[in-house]
């Protein structure tokens, strides 16, 4: 039921597990429609900005297919 507790140099450091504060902490403040929009927007910024970079990385991602034919010019064809 108890626990045997080794033997510390300093009598604050046995006692400190045992601490509570009596102190609450203040109530958060609530935010404004400012805050609130502008939080919003810049989430809304930063994915935005993840799907525009999948979006214009994605065909940089597919395999080169090499193309069937050669391409060759008009003016090499009546050599």
């Not at 203040?26 to 927007?41: D, N, V, Y």
């Not at 799907?51 to 034919?69: C, D, R, T, Y």
């Amino acid at each position: 039921m108890f626990r045997r507790r080794e033997p510390v140099p300093f009598a604050f450091v046995a006692e400190a597990d045992r601490f509570r504060s009596n102190v609450t902490p203040p109530p958060r403040e609530s935010l404004g429609f400012g805050q609130i929009a502008a939080r919003s927007l810049v989430g809304l910024t930063v994915v935005a900005g993840l799907v525009g970079s999948l979006l214009f990385g994605m065909p940089a991602l597919q395999p080169h297919k090499a193309p069937e034919k050669t391409q060759q010019s008009e003016a090499s064809e009546g050599r």
